[in-house]
């Protein structure tokens, strides 16, 4: 009994050793690719801070938080000569600028996976829990590019979630019987019951294999939404599917990450958002968010709960009539009894018509500075989601976000 016992654990600890070996080496062919990859390659350096970042959270879990993959994360920079925004992929208008920035604020949310790690840079280099991912300049072409402008661009579809149980490679459905247009297929998955099939249309229809239906006649009742990217087999058929499967770049967001998480813009000097433009030559940034610890009031030696507010560096995050805002606490001050030094303005899409939060209106600096008040600063506890900002590259930089190119800060 007691080879066997030995014997197993020698086992599992050669497994977990196995494991970490080969997920290290996986991190160190990372690391080789990356220091080969053109500066130009977004997609490359994309895909490689996504694959770094899994290993990463895959080996802190594997091994109880004791091995940590490498930082392969870099910031890709879009502000000279064609690389700035819109780069020739995009019309060269501000159409095509809200494009782009749109796809670099959902990149950036992708090469994080999706906001999903709360404290997602506890484990890494650098201390704040902010990086930029993209720093980029408007070209004088897309010099109309506003705020409402950009908010609307990100309200259109991103992708379409499939709703189908993916009892086949390519989608289908378990049911008891399959209908005319539907045929059974041999499936690996396990059956949610005994007499269920995984019914499956022409391998063509990947509409109405994933939850859509092909129509040539117009919308179906309940599927309102034409999504292109899904194929039909019929010519001239369009994929419909249903407005709760549609994803827009808000959305997903918000809601696709299993902790969810939001966007906001923080508008230069703290000029109303909704009157912000992006002004060719200006330095601009978008920034991962990850609150790192918590600011609580304390009076009178106790810590008060409806006092704590999410920290990221010197600055706290807090709410005032529903709007997320953000104004600046500066940490030695704060130590020591809490001076508000400056407040910052955060439009939020989807929010309040994208205004800028002047604090004080609801009270919020008053209560954070009333008599007898003083700031301790611990781990996070309250549960606020990343989220993702746009602002100037001189804001980001105030507010601690790491900016670090090509391996170098």
Known sequence: MAINKKGFTASGFGIIVGLILLLL???II???????ASKVDEKLQVDLCRISNEIKFGLKEKTSNIVSGP????????TEGKMQVPNGKYPQNSKGAEAEIRDMIKSCWHMWLDGSQKNTFEKYPFSEGCFTCYTFRV????SSVTFKSLSDSMSEPYFAADKSDQCAPYGGFWRTACSNDEKELSSKKISPGANYKCCVRDLRDECGNKGGICSDSGSPSGYPRIYNEWSCPGRGQTCYVRDDSVY?????IREYGSRGGDIFFMSPGGQEASDMNFVPGERYAISFLSPSSQFCTKEG????????YAAIGGYAIGTAAGVVVLYFVGAPAAAAGGTILKFLGLGTIGGVAGTAVVANEFGIIDRLLKSGAEFVTSGITIDVPNFMLVSTEHDARQLGCTI???GQS
């Open 25 to 27: 080496s996986g991190s």
């Open 30 to 36: 990372l690391v080789a690719v990356k220091n080969q």
């Open 71 to 78: 930082q392969i994360c870099s910031t890709i920079d879009k």
């Open 139 to 142: 070209s004088k072409d897309a």
């Open 248 to 252: 827009s770049f808000t959305r997903y």
């Open 301 to 308: 030696g106790i810590v008060t709960n409806t006092g704590c």
């Open 404 to 406: 670090q190119y090509s």
